[in-house]
């Protein structure tokens, strides 16, 4: 895909945004964990630091790059803009200069006994902006038959 | 080859296995036709900092010798089929098909089959304690090298007794090696062990993994007392370096005696290895004649299931050799002949709570079945014993962590049952 839409780059550049990343296991089980460290890399990918090699995280993600399955990350800043973002992971490295960056930062953030198993490369395929209001007039323009009469757009309300 | 042996290539494998990750396909294939660096990609590794000039006086020979911090995956398993590039290694393989080739393209680095990538991959920084010198002058590489690239390798000594007494195991060709060492640590060598370690810590966010390997050496008041004594030495001088009590390393070692096992866990073991390295007892003693006359198959496999008592689930393993099963004359003739008896020797060893691991048989120069030029198995065999051992320490809730993917070069599959591994002592396991 093209690269990300400048608002979704600003919410993950905001430290603030909540980041969700949900995986599925092999039996289809969902499992969602924030993801505090999601950045964009210069080629347009996203990376984040996963510290437990053993984590149900790692495991499915593990197997989403082996079997070419998709993953999902959502974000959500304070004042309610929301973007969706599926991808492929493509890469976990746990070597090298991009490991050693994010292994240093997960250090100097938890302490001498903190632990960085791998880095985590995600390919976005796709990006949905899932704020509300972008939300709502996407469905009305959609499927202008599932508003209840009692709204405004569909009925003129006395005052 | 029968009927029940064909010799299945990458493509066909895939398409037979669509539950077998295809990128571990092409790893383990990787293994098999080997793999060779083009010249771009020899000097994109040198300007990534992944390729070490090291010269004749570091390995201890006439010419210097390229030294490679290896490559790895997209998933973080490493490229097989690079041995000579490291230093464990001799130089001479025989291999099967079409060599691999890494080229670069635009900065990025390739796995070749032919004209065609089929893979990126990505090179790893070679050690940073690689062309130092200790204070005595000693080469710290020849001290502490490196396999994969978290993988600590400390070589005891490289003789074995085995080989003095011409009965080796017909597929090894460990004293053939680059580096050649003595039993016998001194003060000073132990200083200098110590001295590369500290050193080797230094290089923040790099190594998980040390492994402690030795030939097997009877010499002693008891059989292998020297051997036991060498690596109590290295653990201690380990426990030094590290400030603590036990010592997060893996030990390749003979089959001890349970007094033997027990002086290694207070000098700070933390796990053992007495390698099995083949299952049908007849194929044993033609393989191992060492291990056979010193002391027998049963006593390496009583061995390994007394450490189990001492080291505890999930610390002791035992590993075959895949594919020597199938060296003729006397070896197997089909894989699923191979597999089957390999399999039950893994579950043994899994139900007494000895993890099974296996590495790919190469046929290296310096070895028996390589002189008698044998043919390697078939694919297909690796890719069976792989999804088949794994399988086991899932069906025994064994996890062999000291042994994973990024020290071992088989063990990937352990990374889809992972998280839910405990090593408790399930129904059906009697350790």
Redesign the interface.
Known sequence: MDRLPQEALNLIKNSETIKILTTVDEDGNPHAAFREDLTVQDDGNLAFGEPFEGSQTNVNLVRSLWFDKKVELTLRDRSGTTFQIIGKPYRYAHSGPLFKKFYLAEREKRGADSELAGVWIIKPEEVRNETYDVRKKEEDEKHPFFRHFDRASVRKVKS | MSEQNHDLGFQQLVEKYPDF????IRKLDSEVRGVVMSERAIKQAQEEGALFIASGADVGQEASRPVFG?A?F???SWVLGMEPMFLQFPEGYTRKGNTYTIDTIDGRSWLFDGKTPVE?V????YPAHFGKKTRRGTPMMKMVSARF??LLFIYLYNRCCFWADQMQCKYCSFPTRVFKRKPGFSQEDLDDLQETMDEVLKD???WMNIVLLAGSELSGPAPFDNEVAEYVKVLTTLKKTFGTEKVYAKMVASAFSRDQMLRLKDAGATTYQPHIEVWDKKLFEWICPGKTKYFGRQYWIDSALAAVEIFGRGRVCTQFVGGVEMMQPYGFKTIDEALASTLEGAEFFASHGVGPIAIMHRLETGSVFYTQHQKLAPLEYHLRLMKGISALHRKYNLSVDFN?Y?CHPTGDLD?????HITNELIAGGTS
């Open positions: 990750p295809q990128l571990l290896g790895f997209r998933d973080g990126e990505f090179f790893a920084p690239p978290g923040t966010g790099k994973n990024r990374r889809l049952h992972t998280a």
